[in-house]
């Protein structure tokens, strides 16, 4: 009670939705990802922006058609995390956070907690023709300013090719995404004589005792991403991992995902944050959320393609580094509305 008199006292405003907009739009890129997008607008014309980016989100446009003006139409909130699961869950969520920082004329990675100011990008390698052809690759990601790189293995393309990027490359730091495809520990217990520092996803996630055998096998940091606290507390009570790959969007809500991040702390745990697709908003979450202190690995943050932006500085690494936005409140970016708008392929309003 008292907190909320000081609040009334100072003259912070409450959130009050007054119109939300979602839009869907298919992105020019890839498989061609679905992208919706959730503007919520205050009664002071204050607009909060979301994002969420997977094949097939009809069961989610569905949900934010029939059930987000309910939840959030003239309620009085002070804080995002009094709404528990915003109904459409990260995109809807992310707008709420979006708002309330705009609101208060805060960056959202303060909001968070986050306290860095830039960010150590990593940059993605995808398998090649040839270890020859990987190494030129490689190659021009350090000329362009990165000093660390992910290697996508998988089963016949993992050894050969990571030796011969080290050999290359003594003093690079290097670590490999074998993307849930192995089943044998062994399979990848080689790759720790070839300095890697973490070997993520190595295993579906399901394969609890598969990560923790590997764990024990190698000195590299098995790196697991989990969509949940629950199934991150599996990982760490199993002593299955030592570093988690953190994906906002896998998880329902920011306040789910800084809970996750504070557990990873506390066990002693590194963590990586990973941006995914979409048109620039869900990935500057991402970067927020990786400003966060525990978030101490280099971050995967790829800038979507140009075609594909609506947001102005755009998303994305800069000579290996990744600026978190502080100039500007919220996600720290401007959103071009009328780009969301030509670009949508549907709508509603509400």
């Known amino acids: 009670m008292e907190e909320h008199v000081r609040l009334y006292i100072w003259g912070d405003p409450l959130p009050r939705v007054r119109s939300i907009e ?14 919706l997008l959730v503007r919520l607008t205050d009664h002071g014309g204050m607009t909060g922006w979301g994002e969420v980016v997977e094949p097939g989100l009809d069961k989610t446009w569905t949900t934010l058609e029939e059930s987000l003006a309910p939840a959030l139409i003239g309620l009085d909130w002070e804080h995002p995390e009094e709404l528990g699961r915003v109904p459409g869950g990260m995109a809807g969520d992310m707008a709420c956070w979006d708002l ?7 960056p959202l990675s303060h909001a968070l907690g986050g306290s860095r100011t830039s960010l150590m990008a990593t940059v993605r390698i995808d398998g090649d023709h040839s270890p020859d052809s990987l190494v030129a690759r490689v190659n021009r990601q350090v000329c362009g300013g990165y000093a660390h790189v992910t290697i996508n293995v998988r089963p016949g393309w993992d050894i050969e090719p990571v030796r011969a990027v080290r050999e290359s490359f003594p003093g690079l730091a290097i670590s490999v995404d074998a993307q849930c495809a192995y089943t044998d520990p062994e399979q990848l217990a080689a790759l720790d004589h070839y300095g890697v520092a973490v070997i993520e996803r190595p295993f579906p996630v399901s ?19 989990v969509g949940s606290y629950e199934e991150l507390d599996r990982f760490v009570e199993a002593r299955a991992a030592r570093a988690m790959v953190l994906r906002p969007a896998r998880f329902t809500s920011l306040a789910e995902v800084r809970r996750a991040h504070d557990h990873a702390v506390a066990s002693g745990w590194d963590i990586l944050c990973s941006g995914g697709q979409g048109t620039g908003l869900a990935r500057a979450a991402t970067v927020a959320v990786a400003s966060m202190p525990g978030c101490n690995l280099p971050c995967d943050v790829t800038q979507p393609p140009r075609n594909a932006q609506i947001v102005a500085p755009p998303v994305g690494a800069s000579g ?4 978190v936005p502080l100039t500007q409140p919220g996600l720290g970016h401007v959103i071009d509305e009328s780009r969301v708008r030509r670009m949508a392929s549907e709508s509603f309003a509400a």
């Open 22 to 35: 979602v839009f869907r739009l298919t992105l020019p890129y890839g498989r061609r990802p679905e992208s």
């Open 100 to 106: 309330w920082a705009r609101m208060r004329g805060v």
């Open 207 to 225: 394969d609890v005792s598969g990560h923790a055998a590997l764990q024990r096998r190698v000195s590299a940091a098995v790196a697991v991403e």
């Open 320 to 323: 290996g580094v990744i600026p």
